[in-house]
């Protein structure tokens, strides 16, 4: 049997050759993720595992198929893990769907984004050629930087077969407090503790508490609980992980699921529906029946955007509308990388 | 870097035309065209290479900017945008038969905000006034260039700047929010948000270090974070850079990323100390400076284990800065290595190559064979967290064979940085310098993907055309170039 890489190249070209658009698959974690798929299924949880992991290069790289879980249970073994705390949502979330995705978790704000971890790439084009941007480097900048380009674009540029990340390590110590505090007292919080030197890994605001997790050196994080006060919660490991995946209650029932991006200092939003917020404040989840338009408004009047994140009407797409500009820019880009169109078509915007 | 220094005839009437249609709305003394007036844009950085562009011209705001490109896009006037100039590659080298567009006269800070630490600024804000400005407030706006008193932040995002702070705070593209872009066409684009990300593609890190090639930022937003409550500095020396090389591996590994870790070889050490007196040790085959930064406790515990695996690590001799007056001046050292190393020599040559930690002592050893081989001396200077190398090759540029070997030595040492696994460039872009090189990194297929990109947001090439990505007919030349080098044809002809 021929190289996985080898097959899918083949698959791309027959796609390709044919018109036929492909639907990029790992795990099947995020299939609820954007607008909906279509397109033949191009399986890539077959080219997996871990092709080099060099800690004291803080350098991890693996092919797309592998699970997250793998890379991250390897990478504890070294005291170290992805900074980006990257949501799993099920038990086969696979790498190349989590830079697919470009999502991240709670550290996101305090630590980096899954593009900012991302150090280079191997993917196929929409002509099935096989092709390296970036490196396996922390500091790169010959060409443009396409590593980065395709993280988050959904597989709508290409399929990804390798990915090279940033590891860092493991705090030696963690502690999460909590206390009673309004969303707006809670909004004005998280945006003065950012701006004080203090070790602080995630914060979070639900049902009238506020969490926030310190992490680092043992006597820095206790010094700093001693600063910020509040209770300190058992199993904090626990919320976090439930936050990240989105097994907190809040996550659970049946109102449409918004996730509103916004400038950490936007004020609480005027939106009926329960609210969490995230992210010093720059993330905002919404469980609102409420209408596309006015929830768009308000991510807007917060210098962000909204995406529906689960559930609702799929006639309004999943991603803030791009301005007119813009969305002439992104088919210019996809046609640069696919130009047949045969990724993912749709599955970010219905219009490439 | 050799025969670089060559002028192409200025066609007075295409001067004239472009001279008169900008005009139409800009300022007299905003467009420029007299010899004398232009001259001193005739390089970056980089002054081996210089090219008197056919015109400059200085736009005030965003909307003569925009006008500007307009104006260029009609008249298919290829465009490089220039911020300080200090670039190292010669991404801001003119077009004999194009428009410099300078941004120095956008300098303004348009706002701080201080609860959403965020700045608003022009592109022609010196990267230094940043964290001046935000200082009052306890923040700073983190990657921290070399030439960070005079280097633009709209240069910066062009580069991608890093510094020497980087490993633990990132690169200019890890600290920046928002882009206002004027496209070629002279429209303006917003890409990234007041959030942490935005919807669609992240042309954000696209358009970060795309060396002017995509659009001209006309307004960045930055991130702006906390100064940390204090910071200390280890100095450790070592008989052998490659246990120096250990040493780093060792920090790292115990888990500590640490906000700066440099390493100096003797050449630099016995350039250094006599100009600064930082009281570095010049027996030292190496040494390093390994900086941890936070709240006082976490400074302290680091600190601590810094030292120990020094010592560990067969550090000779190891000391920790007792105040900040030592650490300003444990770094003195590392800040005028590369002017004490310009003393020992007419000229000096910098390479930025990246390479694999892990691989140094291999790397540091084929330099030496090097300079045997091209009987010049090299000078190395090292971001050892991240890996980042920069050798300095020591010349004069008045004998042309010295000139000519520094060019081939350098091609050589970024040859070694792709094949031990590393890049061309770190930090300094690839400009017209690294042109070449870009052929031995990539090939045909990734450029022609680079090409295409390009396309998307320039189709007419007119976005500073001949730098940061070479043709693939270019590659072919220099592919046979390569075969044939020592008998290069054609050697009167310019080649930048």
Redo the contacts between chains.
């Keep these: 049997m021929s190289d996985p890489a080898t097959q899918f190249a083949d698959a791309i070209r027959a796609a390709a050759d044919a018109k036929r658009p492909l639907n990029i698959c790992g795990g099947g974690s995020k299939t609820f993720y954007g607008n909906p798929s279509i397109g033949e299924t191009l399986d890539v949880t077959t080219y997996r595992g871990i092709i080099e992991y060099e800690p004291t290069e803080l350098v991890i790289t693996a092919r797309a198929g592998t699970p997250l879980a793998d890379i991250e249970a390897a990478m504890r073994e070294q005291g170290q893990m992805l900074g980006f705390e990257p949501p799993h949502f099920g038990g086969n979330a696979t790498l190349g769907g989590c830079i697919a995705a470009g999502l991240s978790g709670p550290r996101r704000p305090y630590a980096g984004s899954a593009r900012d971890f991302v150090l280079g790439l191997r993917l196929l084009d929409g002509r099935g050629t096989d092709l390296h941007f970036g490196g396996q480097v922390m500091k790169n900048v010959a060409g443009y930087d396409v590593s980065r380009l395709i993280t988050g674009s959904l597989g709508t540029l290409g399929v990804i077969l390798e990915v090279s990340l940033k590891a860092l390590p493991l705090p030696p110590s963690e502690m999460t407090l909590c206390r009673e505090q309004t969303q707006s007292e809670a909004l004005a919080l998280m945006n003065e503790w950012a701006g004080k030197p203090l070790p602080i890994t995630a914060t979070c605001h639900v049902d009238g508490r506020l969490y926030v997790r310190l992490a680092g050196a043992t006597p820095a994080v206790h010094s700093a609980a001693a600063k910020l006060g509040g209770e300190t919660l058992a199993d904090g490991a626990a919320f976090w992980r439930d936050l990240r995946d989105q097994r907190h209650a809040f996550f659970s029932g049946e109102s449409p699921l918004w996730r509103l991006s916004l400038s950490s200092i936007a004020p609480e939003l005027q939106l009926s529906g329960a609210q969490l917020i995230e992210w010093g404040g720059a993330l905002r989840w919404l469980r609102s029946d409420s209408d596309a338009m006015g929830i768009r408004k308000a991510a807007r009047s917060g210098d962000g955007h909204a995406t529906r994140f689960r559930g609702g009407d799929p006639r309004s797409g999943a991603f803030h509308p791009l301005p007119s500009q813009m969305l002439k820019l992104h088919k210019r880009v996809k046609q640069a990388m696919d130009p047949v169109g045969i990724f993912n078509p749709g599955r970010l915007y219905a219009d490439f | 870097m050799s025969a670089s220094v060559h002028a192409i005839p200025v066609d007075f009437e295409r001067q004239r035309a472009v001279c008169a249609a900008l005009r139409a709305f800009m300022p007299e003394h905003g467009v420029l065209f007299d010899r004398e007036d232009v001259t001193p844009y005739e390089c970056d950085g980089l002054s081996a290479y210089r090219q008197v562009p056919m015109v400059v011209a200085l736009p005030e705001n965003e909307e003569q900017v925009c006008a500007i490109l307009e104006t260029c896009y009609a008249l298919r006037v290829p465009v490089t945008a220039r911020g300080a100039g200090t670039g190292l590659s010669g991404g801001a080298l003119p077009l004999g038969n194009g428009v410099l567009l300078s941004m120095a006269k956008l300098m303004k800070i348009v706002t701080l905000?201080?609860?959403?630490?965020t700045a608003r600024v022009q592109p022609g804000v010196r990267n230094l006034s940043i964290s001046e400005a935000a200082a009052p407030?306890?923040?700073y706006y983190a990657p921290d260039p070399s030439s960070q008193i005079a280097c633009s932040i709209g240069g910066n995002v062009a580069?991608?700047s890093?510094g020497v702070h980087?490993?633990k705070y990132?690169?200019t593209?890890?600290n920046i929010l928002k882009l206002r872009v004027a496209?070629i066409e002279g429209?303006i684009?917003?890409l990234g948000?007041?959030?942490?990300?935005?919807?669609?593609?992240?042309?954000l890190?696209?358009m970060?270090?795309?060396e002017g090639l995509?659009g001209v930022v006309t307004e960045i937003t930055v991130k702006l974070l906390?100064?940390?409550?204090c910071a200390q500095v280890v100095l450790a020396a070592f008989d052998d850079v490659g246990t120096a090389g250990q040493a780093v591996?060792?920090v790292?590994?115990a888990?500590?990323?640490p906000a700066g870790m440099e390493m100096m070889d003797q050449p630099t050490i016995l350039a250094v100390e006599p100009f600064v007196n930082a009281g570095y040790p010049t027996d030292a085959a190496g040494i390093l400076l390994c900086e941890s930064d936070?709240?006082?406790?976490?400074v302290?515990?680091?600190i601590r284990r810094i030292e120990r695996i020094m010592e560990d690590s067969g550090a000779h001799l190891v000391r920790v800065s007792r105040d900040e007056a030592e650490r300003l001046r444990f770094w003195a050292g590392r800040k005028a290595a590369f002017p004490a190393v310009g003393r020992l020599s007419p000229d000096y040559y910098c390479m930025d190559g990246?390479?694999?930690?892990?691989r140094l002592a291999e790397v540091l050893r084929g330099i030496t064979v090097m300079e045997k081989k091209y009987e010049l001396r090299c000078a190395n200077v090292f971001?050892a967290?991240?890996?980042?190398l920069h050798p300095l090759i020591l010349y004069d540029a008045n004998d042309p064979r010295q000139l000519q070997n520094a060019e081939d030595f350098g091609a050589e040492i970024l040859k070694l940085c792709i094949d031990v696994?590393?890049?061309?460039?770190?930090?300094?872009?690839?400009g017209v310098e690294?042109i070449d090189s870009?052929c031995v990194?990539?090939n045909s297929?990734?450029l022609e993907?680079?090409h295409?990109?390009?396309?998307?947001?320039d189709e007419h090439a007119l976005l500073n055309p001949g730098k940061?990505?070479p043709t693939l007919h270019r590659c072919a030349e220099f592919g046979r170039m390569h075969v044939h080098s020592g008998a290069e044809k054609f050697p009167e002809l310019p080649r930048f």
Excluded: W
């Design positions: 905000d201080p609860l959403a630490r407030h306890g923040l580069e991608n890093g980087c490993l990132g690169l593209v890890h496209t429209e684009i917003e948000g007041g959030g942490l990300d935005s919807a669609g593609y992240d042309l890190a696209l970060t270090g795309s995509l906390p100064r940390p409550e591996a060792n790292i590994a888990g500590i990323i936070g709240t006082r406790e976490e302290a515990d680091e990246t390479i694999p930690r892990k971001h967290g991240d890996g980042n696994g590393g890049t061309i460039t770190g930090e300094h872009g690839v690294k870009m990194q990539f297929a990734e993907a680079f295409a990109l390009k396309h998307a947001f940061a990505v």
